[in-house]
């Protein structure tokens, strides 16, 4: 995905979760540095990811293993090259799949499909300055605080 901010201000957009939790997850437990653990939560789905992160290179890969014991853990890495001064191409790959040929298939496709409306949703906020929701109103139906 392609898109039109520098190529610090989109990296930055996924280490810092005070960006982050406008256009993902609703809170987490601190900022992406490697080494660490964070928690993401997406408290709309009473729901939450504890993150490993790898491997951080500024300004071009995050890489992070997540999951938990029931689902299976998987690899994410999210690559950020600058193409001039103002636009940048971001591209992510969920590897790590588990099960027979069917579960991997649904695997990648609920995450192809997860990280599309996510990358959609970051380039609303850094080029628009528009708060989609697309990750809390994709399930209304899941929402545990409907109300809210």
């Known amino acids: ?3 039109r901010r520098p190529v610090e201000e989109v ?11 406008r256009f993902w997850f609703t809170k987490s437990s601190g900022r992406l540095t490697a080494g660490t653990r964070v928690l993401w939560e997406w408290e709309m789905y009473g729901a939450a990811a504890q993150v490993d992160v790898q491997a951080i ?3 071009q890969r995050i890489q992070i ?5 029931t689902s299976g853990f998987t690899q994410v890495e999210w690559t950020f090259k600058s193409r001039g001064e103002k636009e940048t191409f971001v591209s992510v790959v969920n590897s790590g799949f588990q099960g027979d040929g069917d579960a991997v298939v649904a695997q990648a496709l609920d995450s192809t499909g997860g990280f599309n409306m996510v990358l959609c949703a970051l380039k609303a906020l850094l080029e628009h ?4 929701n697309v990750v809390a109103d994709k399930a209304p139906d899941a929402n ?3 109300n809210e």
Request: glycine share 6%.
């Open 144 to 146: 545990v605080r409907p």
């Open 57 to 59: 290179e500024p300004n």
């Open 129 to 132: 300055g528009i708060e989609l």
């Open 1 to 3: 995905m392609l898109v």
């Open 65 to 69: 293993r997540w999951g938990d014991e």
């Open 11 to 21: 990296f930055e957009a996924f280490v810092d979760p005070s960006v982050t939790t």
